[in-house]
């Protein structure tokens, strides 16, 4: 074929020659020689993600260790007349790992151990809480719930050695104490340090 010929059936048939390979191809695809460097470019994209992935893994699709864990035993004791029982909605042990400011602080559950309801018109009783993750606890005691009101919560005993402050570690048990005056119930929210 004659290169006018050549461009007359390339005109007609809209299709060109690669010079350099000598392969046909139509304009409104990449050479073939660009295809081959772009299927180039897409396996060497493909191999370094999936190399950043498997470098960025430390363990594949594992779970995250679960977190240690220790156990609080406190003993309290009761001392005073007992609120009326429509004034004790609930009450609770609560080992928060701050100080809290007002009663919205108590919304950070996730930063609480809480026990189960506790017994109404005891002299004493010790509560055990199992699985708390390690850390260390700012501020804990006895939590009233005194109406149906979600915030409605005052403090009527704090946990008061080391003031107030104490650490779960890995596999123990820390032991407190925590006395309950019902004549003399601690300020709320707590004083600044």
Excluded at 24 to 30: A, F
Excluded at 40 to 67: N, Q, S
Excluded at 101 to 110: C, K, R, V
Aim: charged residues 20%.
């Amino acid at each position: 074929m004659s290169f006018s010929s050549g461009c007359k059936h390339a005109i007609q048939t809209r299709s060109f020659l690669d010079c350099q390979t000598g392969e046909k191809y139509h304009p409104n695809m990449r050479s073939p020689s660009i295809l081959r460097g772009s299927r180039d470019i897409t396996v060497i994209r493909a191999f370094l993600i999936l190399t950043f992935v498997l470098v960025g893994c430390d363990h594949g699709f594992e779970p995250p260790d679960k977190p240690s864990t220790g156990m609080i035993r406190a003993t309290v004791t009761y001392t005073g007349t007992w609120p009326s029982l429509s004034e004790v909605v609930d009450l609770r042990f609560v080992a928060m790992r701050f100080v809290p400011q007002d009663t919205a602080d108590f919304l950070q559950l996730n930063r609480m151990a809480i026990s189960d309801r506790l017994n109404y018109g005891v002299d004493s009783e010790t509560i055990v809480l199992t699985d708390v993750e390690t850390g260390a606890f700012l501020y804990s005691g006895i939590a009233q719930q005194f109406t149906n009101d979600l915030l409605s919560w005052r403090p009527l005993g704090l946990y008061a050695e080391n003031d107030g402050v104490f650490f779960v570690i890995s596999d123990d048990t820390v032991r407190l104490a925590v006395e309950v005056d019902f004549s003399v119930p601690p300020p709320f929210p707590p004083p600044p340090f």
